[in-house]
Nanobody, 118 residues
Framework: QVQVVESGGGLVQAGGSLRLSCAASGTFFSINVMGWYRQAPGKQRDVVAHITSGGTTIYADSVKGRFTISRDNAKNMVYLQMNSLKPEDTAVYYC????????????WGQGTQVTVSS
C-alpha cells in the first residue's frame, strides 16, 4: 500500500508565493515520475508539472517561469514552488506518484487547496 500526502496549501494574495510539499510512503521498489495536477471549480483536472527520477521536468505553459518543481529521491518527496501567483491559479492541487512495485501504477493524494485573492 502506498500513501501520498500533500501539504502547504493556503490563501495568498496575487503576486505572492506558496510552496507545496508531497510525500510518498509505503511499500514499493521505486518511484518513476512525480508531479502535480490542479482542478479549479467546474473545470477538469489539468497537469501543472512533472519531474522524473532523473530530474527532467515538464511544465504546463500557464505556469512556466513562475512555478518550479523539485524532488528529493531519498525522501520520496516532491515540491512545487509557486511564485507570482495569480487568481487563476486558484484550485485544488493534487500530487501523484508513478510507483513501481510488483506492478506499476499511479497513486494520488487527497489534494490541497490553493486560493489566490486579487
Amino acid at each position: 500500500q502506498v500513501q501520498v500526502v500533500e501539504s502547504g496549501g493556503g490563501l495568498v494574495q496575487a503576486g505572492g508565493s506558496l510552496r507545496l510539499s508531497c510525500a510518498a510512503s509505503g511499500t514499493f521498489f521505486s518511484i518513476n515520475v512525480m508531479g502535480w495536477y490542479r482542478q479549479a471549480p467546474g473545470k477538469q483536472r489539468d497537469v501543472v508539472a512533472h519531474i522524473t527520477s532523473g530530474g527532467t521536468t515538464i511544465y504546463a505553459d500557464s505556469v512556466k517561469g513562475r512555478f518550479t518543481i523539485s524532488r528529493d529521491n531519498a525522501k520520496n518527496m516532491v515540491y512545487l514552488q509557486m511564485n507570482s501567483l495569480k487568481p487563476e491559479d486558484t484550485a485544488v492541487y493534487y500530487c501523484y506518484a508513478d510507483v513501481q512495485y510488483v506492478t506499476r501504477r499511479d497513486y494520488w493524494g487527497q489534494g490541497t487547496q490553493v486560493t489566490v485573492s486579487s
